[in-house]
T-cell receptor, first 118, second 116 residues
Framework: AQTVTQSQPEMSVQEAETVTLSCTYD???????LFWYKQPPSRQMILVIR??????QNATENRFSVNFQKAAKSFSLKISDSQLGDAAMYFCAYKGGNSGGSNYKLTFGKGTLLTVNP | EAGVVQSPRYKIIEKKQPVAFWCNPISGHNTLYWYLQNLGQGPELLIR????????DSQLPKDRFSAERLKGVDSTLKIQPAELGDSAVYLC??????????????FGPGTRLTVL
């Protein structure tokens, strides 16, 4: 079974600074997807960024980028120029590839609570 | 485009009472998911529907939980009777399955259940 581990229950960053959230995962599959979701307090979870395992290039979405280390099974999220609106719970998630039997199932980590200080 | 709608947003009940949650997925999405999110944890899948068929309910505690998705659109998740340990956030998500596989899941705001 796949597992996702987020070792940082809480992180804080100063506004305009950069912060990196860590995530490791375990899988025996070669085809899969990794995601970072953002869940603001009492608001819905939204997708921040996704990475296909077969792509060597790290995904980037504006101020958000990932460091995907497939051999190490590591998938960290870097937030640059942090803004107050970035404060939320961030979840790392895994999904099997489209050829697998569990290709619909998202497996989440326990989350990292990010605080942005003004 | 409207997102996934859930109601109620908050529910407080006494133990042993029944409770129901409602979800309206994004229009056109054929796959619907119910997740359980305990405090300080990531969501865990309870049940997945493809249209009106529950294709994966292996994690649904069937002694007290039930779900339905009539006509393959809206869905209802029910707990009867509720227990103290059921206090959590219940999330609904939807996606559109293509022949190429499953696409991005869009989440609703969730229903926060408190059982006293």
């Amino acid at each position: 079974a796949q597992t996702v581990t987020q070792s940082q229950p809480e992180m804080s960053v100063q506004e305009a600074e950069t912060v990196t959230l860590s995530c490791t995962y375990d899988t025996s599959e070669s085809d899969y997807y990794l995601f970072w979701y953002k869940q603001p307090p009492s608001r819905q979870m939204i997708l921040v960024i996704r990475q296909e395992a077969y792509k060597q290039q790290n995904a980037t979405e504006n101020r958000f980028s990932v460091n995907f280390q497939k051999a190490a099974k590591s998938f960290s999220l870097k937030i640059s120029d942090s803004q107050l609106g970035d404060a939320a719970m961030y979840f790392c998630a895994y999904k099997g590839g489209n050829s697998g039997g569990s290709n619909y199932k998202l497996t989440f980590g326990k989350g990292t609570l990010l605080t942005v200080n003004p | 485009e409207a997102g996934v709608v859930q109601s109620p947003r908050y529910k407080i009940i006494e133990k042993k009472q029944p409770v129901a949650f409602w979800c309206n997925p994004i229009s056109g999405h054929n796959t619907l998911y119910w997740y359980l999110q305990n405090l300080g944890q990531g969501p865990e899948l309870l049940i997945r529907y493809e249209n009106e068929e529950a294709v994966d309910d292996s994690q649904l505690p069937k002694d007290r939980f039930s779900a339905e998705r009539l006509k393959g659109v809206d869905s209802t998740l029910k707990i009867q009777p509720a227990e103290l340990g059921d206090s959590a956030v219940y999330l609904c998500a939807s996606s559109f399955r293509t022949q190429a596989g499953y696409n991005e899941q869009f989440f609703g705001p969730g229903t926060r259940l408190t059982v006293l």
